[in-house]
């Protein structure tokens, strides 16, 4: 006789099971009373949910809101340990409380800075400045154009007597943070190249920081006291600039994200793509004009959190560009 097995009943996918004590701490935290409709809004860290874009005038908001928040609370603390503060000496005026955040911008470019026309590297001139004053050295020919070098702002200038304190340690590379030359004192340079170079402090015409000769030094440090900002590609393409100060209104911080945008456009290059990863790994985007010269765009401060921006706004060939989205 034909003997029929029973069938068994398709079994339904139960949902994914959480960890007993992630599902308890996180049952607390939030007050939920239901395991379901916990595991409906539960994220793996495999698949974390999309960070959310703001226009480049709510990430600003934030920012400075942030930036304030912890000023705030770096006063009251300060008022709170007065006591302890007059007991021991300490002065009234302290580089904790007056903290000027510095609010940085951070673009994620489509190029490869290993291929030479790729490797983007110079600098912007703001119309509002960084909020920083840099501290100059010049290297010039004549004594005549020192003295003038040091009535234009440099903190020092010389030739072959300032290179000399550099390459024996007696002016120390912390008194310092730009340097300035003319093209005739450039020879000299060789010897404290290793000294400055790796700290980004070379004399470079891409940078605006070489003169064609003595005459023109002044107006080379002119234009670095006036608050031009240096960028330059990091190994993965990505250049961060500081484009003002938490103390700067929205205004003039937006105004400098303009012109430091409008900038790194002009200086755009004609091919450009990150290629394959090293090694041969995986595809990255081809070069070409018709590719993506933005990639993201980030807005962080000194010892705040960083804000993903919509590129729309803060791409110079966008229609969005430094304005809102539509609804």
Not at 8 to 14: A, C, D, F, V
Not at 238 to 252: P, R, T, V
């Amino acid at each position: 006789p034909h003997i029929t097995h029973p069938t068994t009943p398709p079994t339904e996918k139960k949902p994914m099971a959480l960890p007993t004590s992630l599902l308890r701490t996180t049952l607390r935290k939030s007050n939920v009373t239901s395991t379901s409709i916990l595991i409906q809004n539960y994220t793996s860290r495999a698949h974390p949910q999309p960070k959310p874009q703001h226009t480049i005038q709510e990430a600003l908001k934030f920012v400075l809101q942030g930036s304030e928040e912890r000023r705030t609370k770096r006063a009251a603390k300060w008022e709170r340990n007065k006591e302890q503060r007059e007991k021991k000496g300490v002065k009234e005026e302290g580089p904790y409380r007056n903290v000027d955040e510095t609010i940085e911008l951070a673009i994620n470019l489509n190029v490869d800075p290993r291929k030479p026309n790729q490797s983007l590297r110079g600098s912007f001139p703001l119309p509002h400045g960084t909020g920083k004053t840099p501290k100059v050295i010049a290297f010039v020919s004549s004594d005549k154009a020192a003295a003038e070098a040091l009535a234009a702002g440099a903190v020092k200038a010389g030739g072959q007597d300032l290179v000399d304190e550099i390459a024996n340690g007696t002016l120390p590379l912390t008194s310092f943070d730009r340097t300035v030359a003319s093209k005739g004192v450039l020879g000299k340079l060789g010897k404290i190249a290793r000294v400055l170079g790796p700290r980004g402090l070379m004399p470079n015409p891409k940078l605006g920081t070489v003169a064609d000769n003595d005459d023109g030094i002044t107006g080379v440090i002119a234009d670095q006291l006036a608050g031009a900002v240096p960028y330059r590609t990091d190994k993965d393409g990505i250049i961060h600039a500081g484009i003002g100060k938490a103390s700067f209104d929205e205004e003039q911080l937006l105004e400098n994200v303009r012109a430091f945008m409008n900038g790194l456009q002009d200086v755009k290059p004609e091919t450009f793509g990150k290629g394959k990863k090293k090694g041969g790994g995986g595809g990255g985007k081809k070069a070409g004009a018709g590719t993506k010269f933005y990639l993201s765009a980030h807005l962080t401060s000194t010892q705040g959190r960083g804000y993903k921006i919509d590129l729309r706004t803060v791409d110079p060939t966008s229609a969005f560009f430094m304005g809102e989205l539509p609804e």
